[in-house]
């Protein structure tokens, strides 16, 4: 199968390439800078120079793929405050994937996230589904091109996806606030539990839904149905040195910057249907497990 992969060089991306290529498939990849096509080649994927922003662009490398798996997103946008001008980008790179691919059976596959099921005072389900919101319509409009003839799967993606490859996630954020801040910080008692997954389970399941997701699958690459936020202080403190204290509710957004909304956010995340579905299994180290391993604190975050 020859797989068009957008974000083809990034955290996810770059394991979702090496699994496509190693398992005999063919990978195009979207690149928007001379390293990142460096990147591509060297690992053995053509490249398509290009971006987000290129929507017919994207629809052409898309329709002459067997399929596609969007891994992209505006980061950087994210980061600086526009969140609504990069959720409407990927909004608009799904259409034009979906316009290419109707009616051919081929797959698309998207990354999603869990946050969404945060606060259903339960453990969340790849069955659970929200009408509307930030990255919701994107999944939703992924979930409905299975009636046109797409094999539509959409993977969410747990808050922090970990591994030695993140460099940029969550994680390092945090570690990042704790180095400035000198204090490890969680919200109220931090009770509250963030899923999380291994980055090289979920290339593996993004490899696995691109072959044999059934058309309109929810999947979640997670590993850890719930850590403490509280315990992931914890381990950010001890690895660095630094005490681990409570941060009042409305100083997070001070303390945590961005993440002030979401440190809070109780996510507890069953994967056990997708387990079922693909019989995929994580299978490398959990959360804590991984952050005591000590990569993450090799140099300054």
Not at 129 to 141: C, F, H, I, Q, T
């Amino acid at each position: 199968m020859r797989v068009f992969v957008t974000g083809a060089s990034g955290h996810i991306g770059s394991p979702v390439v090496a699994e496509l290529l190693q398992t005999g498939h063919k990978v195009v990849g979207l690149a928007r800078s001379d390293q990142s096509a460096a990147a591509l080649a060297a690992a053995g994927a053509d490249v398509y120079r290009g971006n987000l922003d290129d929507v017919a662009g994207l629809a052409e490398a898309a329709a002459t793929a067997d399929g596609v798996i969007h891994l992209a997103f505006k980061h950087e946008a994210m980061a600086t405050g526009d969140y609504a001008g990069a959720v409407a980008a990927d909004y608009k790179a799904v259409e034009a994937f979906g316009d290419a691919l109707g009616d051919t059976g081929n797959p698309l596959v998207i990354a999603s996230g869990t946050l969404m099921l945060a606060g259903l005072g339960r453990t969340g389900t790849e069955s659970d589904a929200m009408e509307s919101g930030p990255r919701v319509d994107a999944e939703n409009l992924v979930i409905a091109l299975a009636d046109r003839g797409v094999r539509s799967s959409a993977v969410r993606l747990p808050p922090t996806v970990h591994s030695s490859l993140d460099h940029h996630g969550f994680i390092p954020i945090l570690i990042g606030i704790a180095r400035e801040k000198g204090v490890s910080g969680y919200v109220g008692d931090g009770a509250n539990r963030w899923n999380a997954g291994h980055t090289l389970d979920a290339a593996h399941l993004f490899r696995l839904a691109a072959e044999s997701a059934p058309a309109g699958s929810r999947l979640h690459a997670v590993g850890d149905e719930g850590v403490p936020f509280r315990e992931i202080a914890e381990s950010i403190g001890r690895h660095l040195n630094v005490p681990t204290v409570s941060i009042a509710a409305e100083d997070a957004g001070a303390h945590f910057g961005f993440l002030g909304p979401l440190v809070s956010l109780d996510a507890p995340v069953s994967s056990a249907l997708t387990q079922e579905l693909l019989d995929w299994k994580p299978t490398h180290a959990g959360l804590i497990e991984d952050l005591d391993e000590g990569h993450y604190f090799a140099t300054p975050a």
